[in-house]
């Protein structure tokens, strides 16, 4: 329903009106069979030790999806994949698509979909494949409204809210913007960012996932650079 788009626990100041999903896994299917990597599991295979590509799990949109990972399998999960794994690190966001495009590994973990995009407009990225697992899959705020203390104009903020989340406004800005909305009866904006139907996947925009987020951050920059 409405009340569950914001973000906030007090239900007043944030609005999340677009959600995507994250926490995927890019496969060159020219390297992998789909029989290779058919469940989470699968990645902890000794043939993939020292071939994961995997963002920063210190920063960025990498660590929500260990999060998930630490509360659906637990931390021995996350030494496997990490540390007996031997993945190669990078904060180049960009690398995390191209070089599984371009073969240097079969797999990396939670690259955008705007670097992937950016390929396949060049016509590359064929050989690509978005893989989910429940294991590391999460949704991602993509989208939200914030209401500040004393607004210079408080009812042309109003007017301009009570337009955006009609079907109009929402048309508008996830078309503009390659957004998914909350808001039922609009095409999806992207795709491969869709949530699948019926799936139970963490909000990782809420308010109160945020302090467990900081706690696994916390966790992983203590495991990663022993």
Excluded: C
């Amino acid at each position: 329903g409405f009340m569950s788009g914001f973000a906030d626990t007090g239900k007043k100041l944030a609005f999340l009106f677009a959600e995507e999903l994250r926490g995927r896994w890019l496969v060159n299917t020219d390297l992998v069979k789909p029989e290779e990597l058919a469940a989470f599991q699968d990645l902890l295979a000794p043939r993939w030790k020292g071939k994961l590509l995997i963002g920063d799990v210190r920063t960025g949109s990498t660590y929500p999806g260990i999060h998930v990972l630490r509360k659906a399998l637990g931390e021995d999960a996350i030494k496997k994949l990490l540390i007996e794994q031997q993945p190669v690190f990078t904060r180049d966001s960009r690398a995390l698509a191209e070089d599984v495009i371009r073969g240097k590994y079969p797999i990396s973990f939670n690259a955008t979909i705007a670097n992937l995009a950016a390929f396949r407009r060049e016509g590359l990225a064929k050989n690509i494949k978005l893989v989910t697992f429940a294991e590391t899959a999460y949704l991602g705020a993509a989208a939200a409204l914030f209401i500040f203390n004393r607004p210079p104009h408080p009812n042309a903020a109003r007017v301009f809210v009570n337009w955006l989340l009609t079907q109009e406004g929402q048309t508008v800005i996830t078309k503009a913007n390659q957004l998914n909305s909350k808001r039922l009866g609009l095409a999806p904006g992207e795709p491969d960012t869709m949530p699948e139907a019926g799936k139970n996947y963490t909000r990782m925009g809420l308010e109160e996932n945020i302090e467990p987020q900081e706690d696994t951050r916390k966790w992983l920059e203590g495991l990663v650079l022993r």
